[in-house]
């Protein structure tokens, strides 16, 4: 993506767009890294010239590099199951207190840390780690730094200090060692290599320090006009809470699995996440990948709070048949199953709708921070059936958009830190065409069926 800055607003335009497709091979599912590193080299091939460039990416992963400064072995996906059983493992060892009160991070099972665990033999070979979007900056420009968003996910982060978190990584037996000087959004982290400067035709660009992790420029640039708002960071995930200016650490924020992730600007990004359109996407896989909007008209008609699931249940997070665990969801809870695609997808729509609603009611009274309206952004914000299901089951007013946030929040940082613009969320209010919905229907029916699911 390219942003140009004018006066009174930013435009975006998609210069390039590459597939992003995991491979299992010997039974380990790995990212392609190498292929994505070549989509961004194709992308600024194709940008021409820019002033400044930054990179996002998900959360949790990373490579390791040995004392060469080589990349050992390739990334393994979160989705993989090698961490399978670590977390309750070292939980127990630990403490799930003692972890939370230093890290504030949620409990999931891909988490760094425990991936780390259960990736013993490349950490004895390994001299730095890397996340993902620090990975594709040492490759652009030679330069190793770990910037603090995608730090903050680690489980290796210190969120009271604001530094790694040395004391939990020795009791761990990881050397902190190979963790690299933490940058801030905003910070510069290096020029091209000469070889990438030639290879792209663009010469003494700088890189800079974003909020590398995707949830964190996308809430970066949610257009709230005040304090008192939700977001729903809309996309593979759902990122569902709040801003909030320090960290919640007590014992009822860790039980209720809320994370304390590190946003913009020494913000914290309270929120939970929610197994979000995943879901969606892998039965459109199943069944071949149908047109979505016909898919979404036929589930806007069908029957309302047929089957309901939790889409935070585990069974729904590796890749896989996921019409068929549905159906086993169903049968396990007493429910029938949806019958065919538009009830189906009617279902994972209201339960995501219920789980928004069950995390927007934990994060406002873990934090005591109150709402008025909920900003939907990312791909999601398009789903204008999913939009209206969240003002309704929540009650409150939704304001979907912008689509493009992460991308937009990645931009901002680095046109700020050239002092091109100040207010980031502001010119994303003046740029970007905002969608609202209204809560409207039966608020007593989503009560219920939020009942039915608390009673799974
Ligand atoms: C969203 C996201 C989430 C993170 C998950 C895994 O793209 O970055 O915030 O929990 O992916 O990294």
Partial sequence: MTARIHADRVE?????????????????????????????????????P???IGIDSWAVDYGLLDSSGRLIGNPVHYRDDRSSGVMERVVAEVGASAMYEVSGLQFLPFNTVYQLMADRGSLERAETLLMIPDLLTYWLTASIGAEVTNASTTGLYDVRTGDWARPLMSRLGIPDTIFPPLRRPGSPAGTLRPGVATETGLTSVPV?????????????????????????????????????????????????????????????????????????????????DPELSGLLAAAERARPFGALIDPDHPSFLPPGDMPGRIAAYCERTGQRAPSGPAEVVRCVLESLALAYRRALGDAVRLSGHDVKVIHI????????????????????????????????????????????????????????????????????????????????
């Fill in 208 to 288: 800079i320090a974003v909020a590398s992790h995707d949830t964190a420029s996308a809430v970066a640039a949610v257009p709230a006009a005040g304090p008192r708002f939700a977001y729903i960071s809309s996309g593979t995930w759902s990122l569902v809470g709040v801003e909030l200016p320090a960290p919640v650490l007590t014992d009822e924020s860790r039980t209720a699995n809320f994370t304390n992730e590190a946003g913009l600007d020494g913000t914290t990004r309270y929120l939970r996440n929610v197994m979000g359109l995943w879901i969606l996407q892998e039965c459109l896989r199943a069944w071949g």
């Fill in 377 to 456: 952004v990312g791909g999601g914000a398009r789903n204008a059936l999913l939009c209206q299901m969240t003002a309704d089951a929540t009650g409150l007013p939704v304001q979907a958009g912008p689509v493009e946030a992460a991308a937009l929040g990645n931009a901002l940082v680095q046109a700020r830190a050239q002092g091109l613009v100040s207010d980031i969320r502001e010119l994303v209010r003046r740029s970007e065409p905002i969608t609202a919905y209204e809560p409207s229907g039966d608020q007593t029916a989503w009560s219920a069926a939020a009942g039915r699911l608390s009673g799974h």
């Fill in 12 to 48: 975006l335009s998609e210069v390039h767009r590459f597939a992003n497709r995991p491979v299992r091979a010997a039974g380990t599912l790995h990212w392609d890294i190498l292929s994505l590193y070549q989509g961004i080299l194709d992308g600024l091939r194709k940008a021409g």
């Fill in 50 to 52: 820019v002033g400044s």
